[in-house]
């Protein structure tokens, strides 16, 4: 598991360390800079402190170390006078004034002048200057690397007190209880956190509102679900009280459409729980030309019962991506209601239309309608339209879910539903994907 602190004492001090390197570098840089200048001043003094003189006269003995200044003099003749460190390769012949000389002993650093009569050359190693800016590099910067380690500790200690508000907003959420989420205080912390405890606030007030949104739904199912199952109850009881043929086939074709309705709202509601937005159903390309062929051709029977003609006016190709099985349940509720409020000799015209690129399904009915007042209201759950003269059919049997239903679907696929007037008078049912 990654840790913040961590990385960030990492990154931090791998920052420390480069910037400690590359200043470093530079301190090194400037000082053999300083160093070469030294030397060559060195170099120049050390060449006119020279006398002037024969120096068989004056220097007569030789090193055999290759440590330091090495010295060579030739006269005008250009013969060697004096070769300080006969082990040192150098030139033979001098170049006058300063030159950098690669020898299999090393780098060199040479200055070469007219002395009187003599030519003077003076070589000196370059390690030995690089030794010194390196020395004075170091004695620059081991400070800064003895504190490495208490930078370190520094750094986890100061990242620590700044994650802290973080570990308090960890514990108040590991400490509520799983049904309070009031919001989290966001007093006395950084603006850095802020943000995040807004987000987890947001996500509670989210959460708080599905939570009352599913409460409320289990409880309208109950209520819903007490009514048919109490009448089943009761048919199953005249049932077996029913002295003969006449009355159990009575009670018995009862009992069954108790069945039956309660079936039809069970149905209804696990319909309505799998079409949640949050629904985790992988969409693909449907068809919607032939699912809507498919849904009209499996209700023309029901229709046809019921005395109402069903058809299609108008079907366009179209394509979107969805969940079949859900647009298939939409489409068959909006179908089902459609023929069931549409009175015996009416009609049901269905259509499916491109229009700006974007397919738009049509169902039209010659039923009672829906009062412009209450065209909003009957998309929530168990609600259903007062029963009114021209509502009034005995075939009419509803849980208030079809529609709750059908938007539920629609949004899932970024529809929109709306409700009107068909030319017939009815109720027109338009979706606009």
């Known amino acids: 598991m990654h840790s913040i602190r961590r990385q960030l004492l990492i990154w931090l001090l791998s920052l420390v360390i480069v910037g400690v390197g590359f200043a470093g570098w530079l301190i090194y840089r400037q000082a053999l800079a300083e160093a070469n200048e030294l030397f060559d001043y060195q170099l120049q003094q050390i060449a006119a402190a020279l006398p002037s003189e024969p120096f068989s006269s004056v220097l007569t003995s030789r090193s055999e170390s290759d440590e330091g200044v090495v010295i060579q003099i030739w006269n005008r003749n250009g013969s060697l006078m004096y070769y300080s460190h006969p082990r040192v390769p150098l030139a033979p012949h001098a170049e006058l004034g300063f030159s950098t000389e690669v020898t299999p002993r090393g780098v060199w ?143 018995l074709s009862d009992l069954h459409a108790g069945i039956a309705r309660a079936t039809r709202l069970a149905e209804q509601l696990l319909a309505l729980a799998r079409s949640e937005p949050d629904s985790k159903t992988p969409l693909k390309p449907v068809d919607l030309h032939a ?85 909003e209201r009957v998309f929530d759950r168990f609600y259903r339209v007062g029963e009114g003269a021209s509502r009034a059919r005995t075939d009419v049997a509803g849980s208030g879910l079809g529609l709750a239903i059908v938007r539920r679907i629609a949004l899932q696929h970024g529809a929109m539903v709306a409700l009107g007037e068909s030319p017939a008078g009815g109720l027109l049912v338009t979706v606009r994907f």
């Not at 208490?150 to 973080?166: E, K, N, T």
């Not at 969805?322 to 349940?329: K, N, T, Y």
Request: aromatic share 4%.
């Open 109 to 251: 650093r040479v200055y070469s002048a007219i002395v009187g009569d003599n030519v003077v050359q003076l070589a000196q190693p370059l390690s030995i200057r690089n030794r010194l800016a390196a020395g004075v590099a170091w004695r620059t910067l081991w400070p800064l690397v003895l504190l490495l380690p208490f930078l370190g500790l520094a750094v986890w200690v100061i990242v620590g007190r700044g994650l802290a508000p973080l570990q308090r907003v960890t514990r108040a959420l590991d400490t509520r209880h799983p049904e309070a989420l009031e919001p989290l205080p966001d007093n006395r912390l950084p603006q850095e956190v802020k943000p995040v405890v807004h987000a987890l606030n947001a996500l509670l007030d989210r959460l708080a509102t599905a939570l009352d949104t599913q409460k409320a739904f289990v409880a309208d199912a109950a209520h819903e679900l007490r009514t048919p199952l109490a009448a089943v109850q009761i048919q199953a009881q005249l049932v077996a009280r029913a002295h003969d043929d006449d009355a159990r086939k009575e009670a």
């Open 291 to 375: 699912l809507l062929d498919d849904c009209v051709g499996a209700s023309v029977l029901l229709a046809q019962q019921r005395g109402v003609d069903l058809g299609i006016e108008t079907s366009d190709s179209a394509t979107i991506d969805g969940d079949p099985e859900a647009l298939r349940v939409m489409l068959n509720n909006l179908i089902d209601n459609a023929t069931k409020y549409t009175p015996e000799g009416g009609r049901v015209d269905v259509s499916l239309k491109v229009e700006d690129g974007r397919p738009v399904v049509r169902i039209a009915d010659s039923g009672p309608g829906i009062a412009a007042d209450e065209r």
